[in-house]
């Protein structure tokens, strides 16, 4: 994690931009699950003391996107197949709401906003190898730059908290130059969704955001889970 960490610059409050330069690390899966985390070179990494270092890492344990292994040591938590469903579950509810609740808020410049940030993300799939990890950052950008639309910042609060636990797994889609990414299966449905925003269809742009949450799911968990089917539950929530 560490070498992913420059330093802060001088302004702004110290112990808050600690702890969003870790979530971001965390929000858009640049860090792998059970990777362990050593604070004294996480400081060094970002030219900072120990102390908002340490506070960030705590709150991120209490928010259960850390955790303290049975050592002692401080590493991103391994997610279990029967984790990854029920996240995935509440996903598909809660990110579908988002996106209906943001439909009323919509404006021309979101809509060319976000089919920038599509077209880049098209562009960086096509690129392959080191921008897949580009690619990651700008399908983070577009779904929250949705879903901040809404103006509801405790749903952001709840749809972060659940990006910040997926966010590791998520390595093994987007950074792994899958068939997935290959097809730019995300493109396609970011695209649908996109025209039904415009149209101001809430139904259409829920459930073009839901497919796109589903087909990542089931890569996912066929390619980490194998001897698991993936969860019925969730492949036909909200369908």
């Given at each position: ?185 995300a493109v396609g449905h970011h695209a649908r ?29 066929e390619k980490q889970w194998p001897k698991k ?11």
């Open positions: 994690m560490t070498k992913l960490l420059n330093p802060l610059p001088p302004r702004g409050t110290l112990g808050m931009d600690v702890l969003n330069r870790i979530k971001d690390l965390l929000l858009t899966g640049r860090v792998m699950p059970g990777e362990r985390l050593s604070l004294r070179s996480m400081a060094e990494a970002l030219g900072v003391s120990m102390m908002p270092v340490r506070e960030a890492v705590y709150r991120l344990i209490s928010d259960q996107a850390l955790e303290v292994a049975p050592n002692r040591s401080i590493r991103v938590p391994v997610m279990s197949a029967e984790q990854f469903d029920e996240i995935t579950r509440i996903r598909l509810l809660i990110e579908g709401y988002a996106v209906r609740e943001a439909v009323a808020h919509v404006t021309p410049a979101l809509i060319q906003s976000l089919r920038d940030l599509n077209q880049e993300l098209a562009l960086r799939m096509s690129e392959g190898g080191d921008s897949l990890g580009k690619a990651v950052l700008v399908n983070k950008a577009l779904h929250f730059s949705l879903y901040e639309t809404a103006h509801m910042p405790m749903l952001m609060k709840i749809i972060e908290s659940s990006w910040l636990r997926i966010g590791p797994v998520l390595n093994y889609d987007l950074r792994s130059g899958s068939e997935r990414t290959e097809n730019q299966t969704m996109i025209s039904a925003l415009e149209q101001a269809d809430a139904d259409a742009a829920a459930a073009a955001l839901q497919d796109d949450i589903r087909s990542a799911y089931c890569y996912i968990v089917a993936p969860d019925v539950s969730v492949q036909s929530a909200l369908s």
